[in-house]
């Protein structure tokens, strides 16, 4: 408790965080309201808000996500919808966001890129001056859909791209490896975007070795499974590498069952790992005793299970800038 005001002051970045996964109850409701939506399977944002409080797994919480996208139809209300996190995240000291959005979330609901990444796009662009942060936008591929599907998203972004900061891999992990996506990859490299994919999550750590090897990710998301192959761990501390770590996703979708505070004080405590902590779906993974589920209370929640003190708290913070996809020129200003 005595950390959580050195916490909140703390400049940080934020880089593993869904868009989608920030529709509060609350603006589910008002947005099905101002879009005559009447389909929702909640009879209001106290039902939807218990729907979220526990998940069987990825799977589970997949389904209940996806789900509440039916009111998301018009430019503006994508525009709702992040400008609602980026002030969020201001409030908590959050300066540089790095936003990820999932295209084929909203293609197959037939709405339009021309609709929805003008919004998204928009409300990035005023961030600065209405929010005091930066941000940026990062497009992933629903891996269930199949590399043919995520070929063609990136051919309809083609027209976006000088405002889509890189690419990754999200939704189901196990069945879909990330060699699938190997020419999808090369294609997104070669337009000049950054690459990530979440690994290392639902699925094992030669997940992670894949998304390093075929696919010549930037960094992992999550990769917290990395712990089971200690061969793995080394070439990460070797490399560099990144992890975006999400700790109350981790806890509520059931990585590590009954084990992730160990896991996470042994990833922070025992390894040399560059680890960052990152909200993932704020708006879903509450966890009451760190107060919420955006950025603050995952440091707050990992600051308890992994012990952590003032000076390796600001080089959590550090890691989120050096990791971040800013130039080296703004790298430094936040460091
Ligand atoms: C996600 Cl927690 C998580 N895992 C994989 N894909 C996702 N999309 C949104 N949240
Ligand atoms: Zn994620």
């Not at 662009?125 to 269930?144: E, I, K, S, V, Y």
């Not at 027209?159 to 196990?174: C, F, M, Q, R, T």
């Not at 975006?244 to 405590?269: A, D, F, H, M, W």
Request: with cysteine; proline share 4%; charged share 20%.
């Amino acid at each position: 408790a005595s950390l959580d005001a050195f916490i909140r002051t703390l400049p940080k970045a934020e880089l593993h965080l869904h868009v989608e996964g920030t529709l509060e109850p609350e603006l589910l409701f008002s947005l099905a309201k101002r879009n005559n939506v009447s389909t929702l399977p909640y009879a209001d944002a106290a039902a939807a808000h218990a729907a979220r409080a526990s998940f069987s797994g990825l799977g589970d919480f997949l389904d209940k996500y996806y789900e509440g996208l039916s009111v998301l139809l018009k430019e503006q209300d994508y525009y709702d919808l992040c400008d609602a996190y980026m002030a969020h995240a201001a409030s908590e000291g959050v300066v540089h966001a790095e936003i990820m959005f999932d295209p084929q979330a909203h293609l197959r609901r037939g709405i339009p890129f021309s609709t929805f990444f003008p919004g998204l796009q928009r409300a990035v662009a005023d961030a600065p001056a209405r929010h005091g942060l930066t941000a940026c936008l990062l497009m992933c591929f629903m891996r269930d859909l199949g590399a043919e599907s995520a070929a063609e998203v990136l051919q309809q972004a083609e027209p976006y791209k000088e405002h889509i900061a890189g690419v990754g891999l999200d939704s189901a992990e196990n069945g879909y490896p990330p060699h699938l996506f190997v020419d999808v990859f090369n294609k997104a490299a070669a337009m000049g975007l950054r690459r990530m994919a979440h690994a290392g999550e639902e699925g094992g750590a030669e997940n992670i070795w894949s998304a390093l090897k075929d696919l010549q990710v930037d960094r992992i998301d999550h990769g917290v499974r990395c712990l089971d192959d200690p061969a793995l761990v080394a070439h990460l501390e070797k490399s560099g590498t990144a992890l975006t770590v999400c700790p109350l996703s981790n806890l509520c979708l059931q990585v590590y069952p009954g084990q992730i505070g160990e896991k996470l004080r042994s990833l922070l405590q025992d390894t040399k790992v560059r680890v960052t902590i990152n909200s993932d779906d704020p708006a879903y993974f509450m966890h009451s005793e760190s107060g919420g589920g955006y950025l603050l209370a995952n440091y707050t929640y990992v600051t308890a299970v992994a012990g952590l003190d003032a000076r390796q708290l600001a080089q959590l913070a550090i890691n989120s800038f050096e990791a971040s996809f800013l130039d080296a020129a703004a790298k430094k200003a936040h460091t």
